[in-house]
T-cell receptor, first 113, second 109 residues
Framework: DTEVTQTPKHLVMGMTNKKSLKCEQH?????MYWYKQKAKKPPELMFVYSYEKLSINESVPSRFSPECPNSSLLNLHLHALQPEDSALYLC????????????FGPGTRLTVL | GQNIDQPTEMTATEGAIVQINCTYQ??????LFWYQQHAGEAPTFLSYNVLDGLEEKGRFSSFLSRSKGYSYLLLKELQMKDSASYLC??????????WGAGTKLIIKP
């Protein structure tokens, strides 16, 4: 299995909802990443987990809460989001945090109403 | 500040060659990456350069000059499926990836 999977593919939520994005990889990678990408912009790093511990938090608002239950899974819990949080949320993994190539999942297209 | 510059959009003809340039000013350098991203899809890794020179991989080649803060991605024998955005990213001294805004490449028959 050489891919990163993400669910759901699309998500529409209201500003008072609580939802979660899920990411999974079975390549034995020990680093996992959340990115946010707006249209026609490059990906913006949000969080990095290395060996299931939060390594980097790029000053992301607390309405985004990451969780790494085990080495294969990465969640992003969403609560009280704003319409400007609408974007493509990409998960990626790499063998370790400082290795060269990151493998990206297909993303979750999030719309906040 | 840290800055990556690449053209916003380029157009080329099927079967031709196109060169996408990237210049960077970053706090330190630990490698330069090129990713391809089709509309609505995730980025996919194309190449990695950390030493000066040309890396060739099939129809795609990537060049790096660290002294000039410059890289290019060369695509040969263009195919319609090469229509995509091409993202240049530099890993800085803290090993953080700094991304360019991407170059949208349009291939015409």
């Amino acid at each position: 299995d050489t891919e990163v999977t993400q669910t759901p593919k699309h998500l529409v939520m209201g500003m008072t909802n609580k939802k979660s994005l899920k990411c999974e990889q079975h390549m034995g990678h020990r680093a996992m990443y959340w990115y946010k990408q707006k249209a026609k912009k490059p990906p913006e790093l949000m969080f990095v987990y290395s060996y299931e511990k939060l390594s980097i938090n790029e000053s992301v608002p607390s309405r985004f809460s990451p969780e790494c239950p085990n080495s294969s899974l990465l969640n992003l819990h969403l609560h009280a989001l704003q319409p400007e949080d609408s974007a493509l949320y990409l998960c990626a993994s790499s063998p370790r945090e400082l290795t060269n190539e990151q493998f990206f999942g297909p993303g979750t297209r999030l719309t906040v109403l | 500040g840290q800055n990556i510059d690449q053209p916003t959009e380029m157009t080329a003809t099927e079967g031709a060659i196109v060169q996408i340039n990237c210049t960077y000013q970053t706090s330190g350098f630990n490698g330069l990456f090129w990713y391809q991203q089709h509309a609505g899809e995730a980025p996919t890794f194309l190449s990695y350069n950390v030493l000066d020179g040309l890396e060739e991989k099939g129809r795609f080649s990537s060049f790096l000059s660290r002294s000039k803060g410059y890289s290019y991605l060369l695509l040969k024998e263009l195919q319609m499926k090469d229509s995509a955005s091409y993202l240049c990213a530099v890993r800085d001294s803290n090993y953080q990836l700094i991304w360019g805004a991407g170059t949208k490449l349009i291939i015409k028959p």
